[in-house]
C-alpha cells in the first residue's frame, strides 16, 4: 500500500513485521502526518524498531485527541481475566477470524457488534477492553457526551468526524460505554434525535471493520430503533455472576494481586458471596489485604470473607430494578452466561 512505500522509503531497509507494525501504528493518520511521526520516532537510533514503533502508537495517541468525541485506550486484559461469561466468550471466539480476506471468500460478513445490557459492576465494560486485546485491534472509545458537549463542533460534525477516524483505523473496537446515557433525549430532542439517527446509519451501512461494543444498564432509557435486529449481531445479557463464576472471579483478582487461589477456600467464599458483582468480589479482594498489610500479615481466607460480610450489594438497592431488567431480557436477550441456572433462567 502507499502508506507502507512511504514509511519504507523514509525509514530505509526494515524488517517486514516491524515495517507491518507501524503502518498498523499509522493508522487514522495522514500520509503526511504518517511520514512526520515516523521521523520522529526514529530520531533516536536512526531506524525503525520495536521503540521507533511504540513512539508512533504514542504520537497517534497524541493526534486522536484532536477528535473530542473519540479516545484511545490500552486493552491489557484478554478475555482471561474475564471471570464467567461462558456463552458471550464462544460467540467472540468464533468470530476472532471473520475479519480477514479468507472470512470473505468462505461468503461471511465482518462482524458488525454487540450490545451487552446487564448489571452494573459485572464486567460488561471490562469485555469491550478484553475483546480489543483478544483480538488484538485499537480500542477507542466513543464519548457522546464529549460529542455533545463540544464548543468546537456541532454534535453531528463530531459523531461524523468520530467515525470516519474509527474507520480509517478499523480494523478497531469501538467501545460505547453507557450507551442510554447519550441518546436518552433521541426521541424528545431534535439535536439528539438528528444525531442518533446518523449514528444509526453509519452502524447500518458502515463498510470498514470497525467492531462496535456497546453496553447499557438501563433498558427502559434505550431508544427502540437501537433494539432492532440488524443493529448489533447479537443482544447479550449480563446477570450477577453464579457461585461457579464468583470463585473464578475471585480467583482471577487473587492472581492479579500475586496470590495462590489454591491456597483460599473459594468454594466457601463464593457460596458467602451472593449476589454480589464481579466489582463487588474483586474489591473485597483489596479491601482484605489492606487489612492483611495493616496488621502485617499474609490475607487469608477469613480476611475475604470478612470483607465480604461487610460488602452491602448494589442487589439491596436495586433489586425490584434488576428483576424488571430480568425480565425483560428473558425474551429478548441471549444469556452471556453458560451457567446452568443462568440457562434454566432464559429457557
Known amino acids: 500500500m502507499a502508506g507502507q512505500r512511504k514509511l519504507a522509503e523514509k525509514s530505509g531497509p526494515v524488517d517486514p513485521e516491524l515495517l507491518d507494525a507501524a503502518v498498523r501504528g499509522a493508522l487514522g493518520l495522514s500520509s503526511g502526518e504518517a511520514v512526520r511521526v515516523l521521523r520522529r520516532a526514529c530520531a533516536a537510533s536512526g531506524k525503525l524498531d520495536a521503540a521507533a514503533v511504540a513512539e508512533i502508537v504514542r504520537d497517534k495517541r497524541r493526534a486522536l485527541r484532536r477528535t473530542p468525541a473519540l479516545g484511545f485506550h490500552d486493552a491489557e486484559e484478554g478475555l482471561g481475566e ?6 458471550l466468550k464462544r460467540w467472540l471466539s468464533e468470530r476472532r477470524r471473520a475479519f480477514g480476506e479468507e472470512a470473505r471468500r468462505f461468503g461471511l460478513p465482518s462482524p458488525r457488534g454487540l450490545l451487552l445490557l446487564g448489571v452494573q459492576g459485572c464486567g460488561k465494560s471490562l469485555c469491550a477492553k478484553a475483546v480489543a486485546s483478544e483480538w488484538q485491534f485499537p480500542l477507542l472509545r466513543l464519548d457522546l457526551a464529549a460529542a455533545f458537549g463540544s464548543s468546537l463542533r456541532s454534535p453531528e460534525a463530531a459523531m461524523r468526524e468520530a467515525s470516519q477516524v474509527a474507520e480509517s483505523i478499523a480494523p478497531a473496537v469501538l467501545w460505547i460505554d453507557e450507551i442510554e446515557k447519550g441518546f436518552a433525549a433521541a426521541e424528545t430532542d431534535a439535536r439528539s ?6 449514528f444509526l446509519t453509519w452502524l447500518a451501512e458502515k463498510r470498514a471493520p470497525v467492531f462496535v461494543v456497546a453496553t447499557a444498564n438501563d433498558v427502559t432509557r ?4 437501537l433494539l432492532r ?8 445479557f449480563v446477570d450477577l455472576p453464579s457461585q461457579r463464576e464468583r470463585a473464578e472471579i475471585l480467583a482471577i483478582h487473587l492472581r492479579k494481586h500475586h496470590r495462590d487461589p489454591l491456597q483460599f477456600r473459594l468454594e466457601e467464599l463464593a457460596a458467602s458471596a451472593e449476589r454480589l458483582t464481579g466489582a463487588e468480589l474483586e474489591q473485597a479482594v483489596v479491601a482484605a489485604l489492606h487489612v492483611a498489610f495493616a496488621t502485617e500479615r499474609e490475607v487469608t481466607s477469613d480476611d475475604i470473607a470478612n470483607a465480604l460480610t461487610q460488602t452491602v450489594p448494589l442487589y439491596e438497592t436495586y433489586e425490584e ?8 431480557a428473558r ?4 444469556s452471556a452466561s453458560l451457567d446452568s441456572r443462568m440457562a434454566d433462567f432464559f429457557a
Open 321 to 328: 430494578r434488576i428483576k424488571e431488567l430480568r425480565d425483560w
Open 229 to 236: 435486529r440488524g443493529r448489533f449481531d447479537e443482544l447479550f
Open 193 to 198: 434525535s438528528r444525531v442518533f439517527g446518523s
Open 82 to 87: 474475564v471471570g464467567g461469561l461462558g456463552e
Open 222 to 225: 434505550l431508544p427502540p430503533e
Open 331 to 334: 425474551t429478548r436477550a441471549r
